[in-house]
């Protein structure tokens, strides 16, 4: 593990930092190190749009945010609405579609029966409750829950419930988008979700007729109608694979090309709670990247992914309409990396003094400028390792802190 000491200074050329660059190619790690933060930070062609997004819809999905046994997962909510409020604050214009109402207001009706039922009523099989009924109840508390880490951050939100029978009606389609440009101007996030308590549709886990069927597929047609620049939909795996995520063979898919991959994916199992899983977040995805606007599938489990995907990095797959144009991008391994970092050493060694005071130069440039990026990536990797049981004393090699900065 490195320690990597910085003076971040724009102003400050010291000679004896040029002088040391001798014995800094000659360390491996060094430049293996360096060659990884510059690939880190330097634009994935793949990920260029980004740059010119300003309205943004993000969907969570029921198993972020709620855990394995039901209960809302408090962690992951708190640090989405820290997302979105960092965001706006930025000046993006953020709008949250949201799922879990169901799944809450089935965990709080389970407690309520539980806590006014006998010992013989406990004995006698319990039958599930309606999903309608599970979706009025976890409504109200799921937006109370919003309202509240909101109001914490000092945003405003807004609540919009639709069915998708209203989107028949350009009228409504209209006083929609208006009423949504209002709160926008104001800084207000509205959170949609459809309105399952009075739904009409028959089977509303199964039926996928209609103008949405689902939380994703609302999202889609939701950035479509509002003329978002880029949908993000939050799931519990990094993105889509070439197979099931649990198969070891399973790829991570950067790039979906439907012309290519359409016909190659296996998809697992659905959402332990939520709908459709991947397949209806894909299938939401493609509708609404060839209609016009990009989509970006990754995990919610991350603490700051979207705050990543508007930077440009790399992660999750994104579905672009143009996506068949661009140039593929090879995968690297880390033995390839490793012996392109050692070639790059070597051909460090034989320049003269002033072409590689030029390349030092440039990459202490280039660090200075995503300063505040690269702070946030170490802490998101200190947390991290925190949360493996890592020991101090490498914890705290890891860690960037002002002390450490050297003066040369």
Known sequence: ????????????????????????????DSVFFVSKIMDSISPDPTRAFVKNIKRVVVKVGTAVVTRSDGRLALGRLGSLCEQLKELNTQGYEVILVTSGA?????????????????????????????????????????????????????????????????????????????????????????????????????????????????????????????????????????GLYSGPPSDPKSKLIHTYVKEKHQGEITFGDKSRLGRGGMTAKVNAAVCAAYAGTPVIITSGYATNNIIRVLQGERIGTVFHKDAHLWSSIKEVSARDMAVAARESSRRLQVLNSEERRKILLAVAD??????????????????????????????SRLTLKPEKARNN
């Not at 010291?14 to 040391?20: I, N």
């Not at 799921?142 to 951050?153: G, H």
């Open 102 to 238: 169901v799944g809450l207001g089935r965990q709080r009706l389970r407690y309520r029966r539980l806590a006014n039922s006998s010992f013989a009523d406990l004995q006698k099989p319990q039958g599930e409750f309606d999903g309608k009924a599970c979706a009025a109840v976890g409504q109200s508390s799921l937006m109370a829950l919003y309202d509240t880490m909101f109001s914490q951050l000092d945003v405003t939100s807004s609540q919009l419930l639709v069915n998708d029978g209203f989107f028949r009606d350009s009228g409504f389609r209209k006083q929609l988008s208006d009423t949504v440009n209002s709160l926008l101007d104001l800084r207000v996030i509205p959170i949609f979700n459809e309105n399952d308590a009075v739904s009409t549709r028959k089977a509303p886990y199964e039926d996928s007729s209609g103008i949405f069927w689902d939380n994703d597929s609302l999202a889609g047609l939701l950035a479509l109608e509002l003329k978002a620049d880029l949908l993000v939909l939050l799931s519990d795996v990094e």
């Open 366 to 395: 280039a660090l200075e400028k995503n300063e505040g990026m690269i702070r946030v990536e170490n802490e998101a990797d200190v947390a991290a390792a925190e949360a493996a049981g890592y020991e101090r004393s490498l914890i």
């Open 1 to 28: 593990m490195l320690n990597l000491s910085l003076h971040f200074h724009s102003h400050i050329r010291p000679h004896p930092l040029t002088d040391s660059l001798n014995s800094f190619t000659e360390s491996r």
